[in-house]
Each structure stands twice: as C-alpha cells, then as structure tokens.
C-alpha cells in the first residue's frame, strides 16, 4: 500500500529565508508525487507534480520539489519564503497507471512565515 | 465555467439526521471522489467514481453513499449522521481515472453533528 509522511506538522520560516517541507513516501511501484496547497477556509490547488520525467519539478509560486528515490523522499523547497505562502502543505501519492488516481496524503505542514 | 462546486458551505446536523453533500463540475471530468479532512490526518478517501453509473469505496467509506448518475454530478449522502462525521468535506474531480492528472478541488462543506 501506498503512503505518505510529512515530518513536522507546523514549519515556521522568516521572510526571505529558504522553505524546507520535508515528505517521504512508500509506494510498491514508481508512484506519482504531488504537493498541494491549501489557504485558509479553500479547497487545495496544485502546486507541482512528479511523474517519472525529470527529477527535478517546478511549480508554481517558486516552488519546486526533488524526487529521490534512494531517499524515497519529495521534499518541497523555496529559496526565499514570502507572506504570502503561509498555508498548509501537503504531499501525495498515486501509483502508476492501471489504478484509478485515488491519492493517499500525508497530514500536512503548516507553514508560518514571520517578518 | 465554475470548476467544482460544493453546496451547502456549513450544515450542522443532528445525530440520526440523514443529509446530502452536493457537488458538480462542468469539467467533463471522469474522475471525481470526496475526501473528508480532520486535524491532523490530513485528507482521506472517502468513496471514488471513474465515470457516470461507476462508483467504489475508499480509505473511509463507513456512514457514506455515492451514487454517479451524471458525468457532472456527485452528491455524498450520509445516512444516519454521527458526531465522528465531523469534518470538512471536500469533493475533486480529474479529467481522467487513470494516470498523473491533476485533481481540482471544490471550497469544501464545513458539517458538524451534535
């Protein structure tokens, strides 16, 4: 089975410094890794997504996210955070195709970001 | 086009009250599911649909039906309302059932049993 775990439920960071979430996944074939946001009283948006193409993914936002398989890890990075990113993050796995896109998320980082 | 769309925003119930939880996109997406949200636990799957007349269960689906009659609709009913149903409840759809697709996701409905 398929799961994920977010260390850290609460990250704080100060403005312009650098946003480490960190996420790590379990999955008995090549998943598809996803980090969604969610703002305070919304549903969650996309903010990048891996699928076995480049190791490296951008999203939106100046966020982007480095998939290791050896570390079995996905760890969402910012180099400079801003107001602007306090939400609540979370990771998701998917297995490959063959399966309906059920995701299985971790329970989520909330990020505050102080002046 | 609205993306998906959850009514009501806020119900509470009481316990033994049966309600609905609405929801429609007008995405043509085939895959649509419903999550519920708790502190802590993040989101956990609730029951899935693949396509109109299609449904399955998923991580939690005790106290819950689906049904998909429509491609564009979605409604979670809950049959006999419990205080451990409450949750904020948030139904997705994703183009297709299969695959890497991004799944949108509506506001949410806020539910409280008393």
């Known amino acids: 089975a398929q799961s994920v775990t977010q260390l850290g439920s609460h990250v704080s960071v100060s403005e312009g410094a650098l946003v480490l979430l960190r996420c790590n996944y379990s999955?008995?074939?090549?998943?598809?890794l996803f980090w969604y946001v969610q703002y305070p009283n919304q549903g969650l948006q996309l903010l990048l997504k891996?699928?076995?193409?480049?190791?490296l993914v951008k999203g939106i936002n100046g966020f982007e996210a480095e998939f290791k398989k050896s570390e079995t890890s996905f760890h969402l990075t910012k180099p400079s955070a801003h107001m602007s990113d306090a939400a609540e993050y979370f990771c998701?796995?998917?297995?490959?195709?063959?399966?309906?896109?059920?995701?299985?998320f971790g329970t989520g980082t909330r990020l505050q970001v102080t002046l | 086009n609205a993306g998906v769309t959850q009514t009501p925003k806020f119900q509470v119930l009481k316990t033994g009250q049966s309600m609905t939880l609405q929801c429609a996109q007008d995405m043509n997406h085939e895959y649509m599911s419903w999550y519920r949200q708790d502190p802590g636990m993040g989101l956990r799957l609730i029951h899935y649909s693949v396509g109109a007349g299609i449904t399955d269960q998923g991580e939690v689906p005790n106290g819950y039906n689906v049904s998909r009659s429509t491609t564009e609709d979605f409604p979670l009913r809950l049959l006999s309302a419990a205080p451990s149903q409450t949750s904020v409840y948030f139904c997705?759809?994703?183009?297709?059932?299969?695959?890497?697709?991004?799944?949108?996701f509506g506001p949410g409905t806020r539910l409280t049993v008393t």
């Open positions: 891996y699928t076995s193409a480049a190791t």
């Open positions: 999955s008995s074939v090549p998943p598809y």
């Open positions: 998701a796995v998917s297995e490959l195709p063959g399966t309906a896109s059920k995701l299985t």
């Open positions: 997705a759809s994703s183009p297709v059932a299969t695959g890497p697709y991004e799944q949108y």
